[in-house]
């Protein structure tokens, strides 16, 4: 086994977390997979790095030293990363975007190209918030647009910045023959016996649906499960199926979309990004241009 940067970023990890649950739940690792890569950076180093006991893992003697070279070679090479970075940006007019869903998308790239025309736009979209905060952590990208719903946990590492855009509340796309679409809007109560499309991402967004849905008595009954840029409306056209989606997005022919009475939390939009980076000073006037965008959008 060779010593790679990665492997001093996961000790740093269990470090700071005081307890391999938590640092694997941070690392987005299993916990045996996290204990196996431990002792074979053990082995690698010729003793124990972490002390553990009931109350977690401390670094041992050997785990302090392996840390402080660790601090040093990480901060070293998120300098040179961070040098490179600029000098490329500075030189080559681009800018790295991330996403995952998010209404507000097109919006963003309309304001790019209207604020910075000759600015080449480079995306990289995943499922995952975690995935994407990642990469904007790494600096592989310099800003992302990031959905998140209040009503779980809100991942938001340290050491970005957050500018946010608009809370929307999410509403139900259904069949336009269904009898809830001559409604102006639906509760979770008259949705209780439907049929459900999830979402499979790896952010738990089926355990999502479950979250939403628990607080008016019932489970939802699931009987699609798509990617999150699967064929949805196809399938609430096929058979009536009612998917939970954003706020804001037109209609496809053959369905309606209905807000939801009574939900207590929303989809919010935000922005982040390295304070530090190159584009860091744009950040703020990118969402105030997309509040506005979005409010013309809406109407208001």
Request: net charge positive; proline share 7%.
């Amino acid at each position: 086994m060779q010593l790679e940067l990665h492997h001093l970023r996961t000790l740093q990890a269990v470090a700071a977390a005081g307890s391999l649950n938590r640092a694997a739940e941070q690392l987005c690792l299993p916990q045996p997979a996290l204990s196996r890569q431990l002792r074979r950076l053990e082995d690698l180093f010729g003793g124990s790095l972490f002390d553990r006991d009931h109350n977690g893992v401390r670094p041992t003697a050997l785990g302090r030293v392996v840390l402080h070279h660790a601090a040093g070679i990480v901060d070293d090479c998120a300098a040179i990363h961070d040098d490179l970075t600029r000098h490329r940006d500075r030189h080559t007019g681009t800018i790295r975007l991330g996403w995952t869903a998010s209404c507000v998308a097109d919006l963003l790239l309309d304001e790019l190209r209207r604020r910075f025309p000759a600015t080449r736009i480079e995306t990289l979209v995943d499922d995952s918030v975690r995935q994407v905060t990642t990469w904007l952590l790494n600096g592989e990208l310099d800003v992302a647009l990031v959905n998140e719903a209040t009503n779980g946990p809100v991942h938001r590492p340290d050491g970005l910045a957050v500018q946010h855009i608009v809370d929307e509340r999410p509403q139900m796309l259904i069949r336009g023959d269904h009898p809830l679409a001559r409604r102006p809007a639906v509760t979770m109560a008259e949705l209780r016996d439907e049929r459900w499309i999830a979402i499979a991402g790896s952010d738990g967004c089926i355990a999502f649906l479950h979250r939403v849905c628990r607080p008016f008595g019932f489970a939802p009954a699931i009987v699609h499960h798509l990617p999150l840029h699967g064929p949805h409306e196809d399938i609430v056209r096929h058979d009536g199926s009612v998917l939970l989606t954003q706020g804001w997005r037109p209609s496809p022919p053959g369905t309606v979309r209905r807000p939801i009475a009574g939900l207590p939390w929303v989809s919010r939009h935000v922005l982040m990004y390295r304070p530090e980076g190159h584009w860091a000073q744009h950040i703020p006037h990118f969402a105030r241009a997309l509040r506005e965008a979005h409010k013309a959008r809406m109407g208001g």
